[in-house]
């Protein structure tokens, strides 16, 4: 599986673009990257998948430089309730792999 | 509604006993997990199982043991040997189809008396 790597926290204030890089530099050819946010005490619940370029949701955007040795999950105009931990996940599609969260940026949002 | 329900919310174990976390999903998904989350930590796989009547040991698997009898639950047995087990326990599912898309239940809270 491939190893993640994310910065362990980040603020920001209500109303800001937030951007969080993971970095996965041995990603395998099969390999998709995902996203997952998680609150307190609340299993994780996923935000956004992509393999190469961008995606775009009505949550975040996920953007993926043609190496996709690392990705960058955007969250647009952040409130108070995005005050989360957010997990990058690197691994293939087969089926019932093995999916190894690691410890996740802790993002603060405050006013 | 679809989802994953687990069950108790928040268990209590005396020492040297063994406790059971359900763990029922009625999504159709054939692949399930637990993972164990310790307090500011992310989460550590316990255990996980492709279908039926088959599972693999993860990154923390002792101390712990599962069974898969059925698709839709896969429940987790806390031993005694497991030393230190207050911790939160999360169980996930997947579908063969949604390229590493879990879902979570909500949770048990696990504590030792």
């Known amino acids: 599986l491939a190893k993640t790597t994310q910065p362990i926290s980040m603020d920001s204030y209500e109303g800001q673009e937030v951007n969080i890089t993971c970095s996965h530099n041995n990603i395998a050819t099969n390999d998709y990257i995902t996203w997952y946010q998680q609150f307190p005490s609340q299993g994780p619940r996923f935000i956004i998948q992509?393999?190469?370029t961008k995606v775009t949701n009505e949550v975040a955007s996920l953007f993926i430089p043609a190496d996709r040795k690392s990705s960058t999950l955007s969250l647009p105009r952040v409130s108070l309730s995005d005050t989360a931990v957010y997990y990058c996940?690197?691994?293939?599609?087969?089926?019932?792999?093995?999916?190894?969260f690691g410890t996740g940026t802790r993002l603060q949002v405050t006013l | 509604d679809g989802g994953i329900t687990q069950s108790p919310k928040y268990l209590f174990r005396k020492e040297g006993q063994n406790v059971t976390l359900s763990c029922e999903q009625n999504l159709n998904h054939d692949a399930m997990y637990w993972y164990r989350q310790d307090p500011g930590q992310g989460l550590r796989l316990i255990y996980y199982s492709q279908i039926v009547n088959d599972f693999q040991k993860g990154d923390i698997a002792e101390g712990y043991s599962v069974s898969r009898e059925k698709k839709e639950s896969f429940p987790l047995t806390v031993t005694s040997a497991q030393k230190n087990p207050t911790a939160f326990y999360l169980c996930?599912?997947?579908?063969?189809?949604?390229?590493?898309?879990?879902?979570f239940g909500a949770g048990t809270r696990l504590s030792v008396l």
């Open positions: 996940l690197v691994g293939d599609t087969g089926t019932a792999s093995k999916l190894t």
């Open positions: 996930a599912s997947r579908s063969g189809q949604t390229k590493n898309i879990q879902y």
């Open positions: 992509g393999y190469k």
